[in-house]
């Protein structure tokens, strides 16, 4: 029956080429919506993801990476003190005006840091070195956004909340989901940059980083005991809700959750629609292998392994698609991302779509109406 | 011998079939009685409508009798369930169709193994026996052409070739001939007739061709969904007036026959 199953695929080349097109464009389309849901949430807490920091101490009630609030630098000391924390640093983002070399203006979005800290810096540096962050007024970039920012190469010179700044280096694929790209700036620098007349000893954010020997959670809990009026999260708790309130709160994460999901009914029907109309094609042949004797089981043998077949050449020509779609998004507006788990998902997909569609079918396989077969 | 030979291979008695579409009814066989023989080739004869398919389809437990009963090689089908009739099928029949139904993707070979394959038959043994069989109906070399590649005629051969998988005392063949012109399809009468004297199968074959009756040992005539005549084939007359009368059965063929 393997036999039959295949050579069934394979005969009518230009049937096969239409499932095999369907199957693909269903995929592609499904990878391309969730690679990009994928792409926006992971891009919302990228900044706290590579922070490094064991514990954020945020302000109280702030919910999320971009609404940083600040508070007395009496807290960084206070939590400086406290046993177990080996490092902490301030940290802030907030949003400026960006004047380029050419006078236009752009909205940014700057994170100040403490260059050398190991905590909350830049990755991904292509050109200078977050070192080189701690001369006064430098400013590193995103190359996604060297157009847009209007700088060329590391000296370019540009005007930032009214100070001059140069551009000192560049990072690869720091991307914002907002039009607002980041800018990198040491802490006292970008208090300059977006809000001249906060006093100097305040800050956004405190990144912790634990001590051997004492668990993130541990920490958190002593943290909490001698800090008021701050909320303290771990790493992986402020990125959820970071990446929730993006998701759920805000209309864009909204819309791109609708787009994944309306791709998936889509690619689900593409699917459901090719391989039924393949299995249709056929069906005087299994209403022949019934009359011959075959049993319902060797019937559902066929199909599900044909409907296998088409679903791991559709998924392997659908994975070679979306590699360049991917590639290519890497340099877009908008990144998609693909990971391992996202290309094993789609495996099974595959397969559970094209199986089930083919299984819709057995109905009218199974149900030999002899006048079929007989018909001249 | 000869008794051994004629043996009943099925037996049918008071089939009814009832085909219901919403609220009108068709009655497509009314009281059948019939008894299928090893060793003959019995003929069904009738106009169009007048149930042959849907007999046929009873006979090979495709399709189950609204009424009646019917027994297979001595063993009374009308009482088993659904899921028991594709063992039947396999063990008991095979079936030849008007528009041959082979599977294009597949050789001749191919379509030969497939239904030994659906028997459990694969490997060697299937290479072998779908050899034998494309042998048996004279198209050995043909093995590896696709139905494309064959001829009417030839590709009747080949579903004869993959009917007679699992080696079926029954064949049941819904006007096999109808697509072919004469030549073919008097090679696959032949082929047929052969199947039933030599080999001592019970052939029912459904047909419209006046041309074919000789072949016939038994001809049973159908309308409306009943049987209204049977008659002794033209070769089995030819004996039996020869026998009663004493003539030269040559003579008796156009009386009996047409
Ligand atoms: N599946 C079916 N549903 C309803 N009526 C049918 C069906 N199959 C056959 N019939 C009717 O039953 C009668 C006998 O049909 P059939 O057995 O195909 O005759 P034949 O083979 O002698 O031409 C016809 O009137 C036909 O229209
Ligand atoms: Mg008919």
């Not at chain 1, 969730?34 to 064991?54: K, P, Y």
């Not at chain 2, 219901?20 to 003929?43: F, I, K, M, P, S």
């Not at chain 2, 579903?159 to 073919?184: C, K, M, Q, V």
């Amino acid at each position: 029956m393997g036999l039959l199953a295949r050579r069934n695929l394979f005969h009518d080349k230009v049937r096969f080429a239409v499932t095999l097109t369907g199957i693909v464009f269903a995929l592609v389309l499904i990878i391309i919506q969730f690679g990009l849901f994928l792409g926006f949430t992971t891009t919302t807490s990228n900044n706290i993801d590579h922070s490094n920091a064991d514990l954020w101490v945020v302000f109280h009630g702030v919910g999320y990476f971009d609404m940083g609030r600040n508070f007395s630098e009496r807290k960084f000391y206070q939590v400086l003190s406290t046993p177990g924390v080996e490092r902490a640093e301030k940290y802030m983002q907030a949003f400026a005006r960006w004047k380029r070399p050419d006078g236009r203006v752009e909205n940014v979005q700057v994170i100040g840091f403490h260059p050398g800290s190991g905590l909350g810096e830049p990755w991904n540096m292509v050109q200078g070195s977050v070192a080189d962050l701690k001369q006064e007024d430098s400013v590193i970039v995103d190359e996604l956004y060297r157009e847009k920012l209007g700088v060329e190469r590391i000296g370019d010179r540009i005007e930032i909340g009214d100070h001059r700044a140069r551009v000192v280096g560049f990072t690869r694929g720091i991307r914002s989901f907002t039009t607002s790209p980041f800018i990198y700036a040491k802490f006292k620098n970008s208090l300059d940059y977006t809000n001249p007349e906060s006093s100097e000893d305040s800050t956004a954010y405190i990144l912790v980083k634990a001590s051997a020997g004492i668990t993130s959670q541990e920490l958190q809990r002593r943290l909490r005991e001698r800090l008021a009026d701050v909320d303290i999260y771990t790493t992986a708790e402020f990125s959820r809700k970071t990446r929730f309130y993006w998701m759920f709160t805000t209309g864009a994460g909204l819309a791109v959750l609708t787009a994944a999901l309306l791709g998936l009914v889509v690619g689900v029907a593409v699917v459901a629609q090719t391989i039924y109309a393949a299995t249709m094609d056929h069906i005087r042949e299994y209403g022949t292998l019934k009359a011959m004797g075959a049993t319902n089981r060797y019937l559902y043998r066929v199909l599900i392994e044909q409907a296998v077949w088409s679903a791991l050449l559709g998924y392997g020509l659908a994975m070679i698609v979306a590699h360049f779609i991917v590639q290519a998004s890497e340099k877009g507006g908008a990144i998609i991302l693909m990971p391992w788990s996202m290309s094993l998902g789609m495996l099974i997909l595959a397969v559970v779509m094209c199986v089930a569609a083919a299984l819709v079918s057995i109905n009218k396989v199974t149900r030999i109406d002899p006048a079929m077969v007989f018909r001249g | 011998m000869r008794e051994i030979n004629r043996a009943s291979a099925i037996r049918a008695e008071g089939l009814s079939k009832i085909y219901r579409e919403g609220a009108t009814e068709l009655r497509a066989l009314q009281e059948v009685d019939l008894e299928v023989r090893a060793g003959e080739l019995t003929l069904l004869m009738g106009p169009s409508g007048s149930g042959k398919t849907t007999l046929l389809s009873i006979l090979g437990c495709i399709l189950r009798a609204s009424e009646g009963n019917l027994e297979i090689l001595g063993e009374d089908v009308s009482a088993l369930r659904e899921k028991e009739l594709p063992r039947i099928r396999r063990e008991a029949i095979g079936f030849v169709f008007q528009g041959f139904n082979l599977f294009p993707a597949l050789t001749a070979a191919e379509n030969v193994a497939l239904a030994l394959d659906v028997r459990g038959v694969r490997g060697g043994d299937a290479r072998q026996q779908g050899e034998e069989l494309l042998a048996e109906v004279g198209l050995a070399e043909k093995a590896r052409s696709f139905p494309a590649d064959l001829s009417g005629g030839q590709k009747q051969r080949v579903a004869i070739a993959r009917a007679l998988a699992g080696n079926p005392p029954i064949l049941l063949a819904d006007e096999p001939t109808a697509a072919l012109d004469w030549t073919s399809g008097r090679t696959v009468i032949e082929l047929l007739q052969r199947l039933a004297r030599e080999q001592g199968r019970a052939v029912v074959m459904v047909t419209h061709d006046p041309r074919v009756l000789s072949f016939g040992d038994r001809i049973i005539h159908l309308e409306d969904g009943r049987i209204v005549r049977e008659e002794a084939g033209a070769s089995k007359a030819i004996a039996s007036l020869a026998f009663l009368e004493g003539l030269p059965g040559q003579g008796s063929i156009q009386a009996v026959g047409l």
